[in-house]
T-cell receptor, first 114, second 113 residues
Framework: GAGVSQSPRYKVAKRGQDVALRCDPI?????LFWYQQALGQGPEFLTY????????KSGLPSDRFFAERPEGSVSTLKIQRTQQEDSAVYLC????????????FGPGTRLLVL | AQSVTQLDSHVSVSEGTPVLLRCNYS??????LFWYVQHPNKGLQLLLK??????LVKGINGFEAEFKKSETSFHLTKPSAHMSDAAEYFC???????????FGAGTRLFVKA
């Protein structure tokens, strides 16, 4: 399977805990995106990487959210001191080169903060 | 700034009848426009995309969309609905100036037997 994979698929956290969500993009894909999808809504852009460079982080809701892609492949989205409003599905997508190209989405990580 | 508006949150059709899902966009530059579908408990899948070539774009599963610059619209159509088309559909816009991709709020399509 050469698709985008994400882990864990489900995560339950107590309020105040830190979580780390992993994304494995399609091999060789330059562009990588993170989105947050609240229940009943469309995905909202969080951040964009071109290889290891984070070129846009304008969608990150607060400084508790941090993303990295140190070697230009696997990416991690970290949320510190989780709050109930962080409960959502976090989607990762990758595209071959340019950000305007077709994005291939992973299955998402469903985060529930209690 | 870019934006996208899906005009209907829910659409219900009978099997075998036409489907129309409406989308209007706003972009200062020539946009790239997409329709994605999300089936329950499945990942987002590309249906079709417009990138300034032909204004009528054909996608998978018999769907097509027409880019109308004068109306800033990119409506999704299908001549005959199938039960398997029941899903959430998202209209998406991006442009070459930046990296942000904007999703509409989604339209849930119901197909009645």
């Amino acid at each position: 399977g050469a698709g985008v994979s994400q882990s864990p698929r489900y995560k339950v956290a107590k309020r105040g805990q830190d979580v780390a969500l992993r994304c494995d993009p399609i091999s060789g894909h330059v562009s990588l995106f993170w989105y947050q999808q609240a229940l009943g809504q469309g995905p909202e852009f969080l951040t964009y990487f071109q290889n290891e460079a984070q070129l846009d982080k304008s969608g990150l809701p607060s400084d508790r959210f941090f993303a990295e892609r140190p070697e230009g492949s696997v990416s991690t989205l970290k949320i510190q001191r989780t709050q109930q409003e962080d409960s959502a599905v976090y989607l990762c997508a990758s595209s071959l080169l340019e950000p305007q190209e077709t994005q291939y989405f992973g299955p998402g990580t469903r985060l529930l903060v209690l | 700034a870019q934006s996208v508006t899906q005009l209907d949150s829910h659409v219900s059709v009978s099997e075998g009848t036409p489907v129309l899902l409406r989308c209007n966009y706003s972009s200062s530059y020539s946009p790239s426009l997409f329709w994605y579908v999300q089936h329950p408990n499945k990942g987002l899948q590309l249906l079709l995309k417009y990138t300034s070539a032909a204004t009528l774009v054909k996608g998978i599963n018999g769907f097509e969309a027409e880019f109308k610059k004068s109306e800033t619209s990119f409506h999704l159509t299908k001549p005959s609905a199938h039960m398997s088309d029941a899903a959430e559909y998202f209209c998406v816009v991006s442009d070459f100036r930046g990296f942000k991709t904007i999703f509409g709020a989604g339209t849930r399509l119901f197909v009645k037997a």
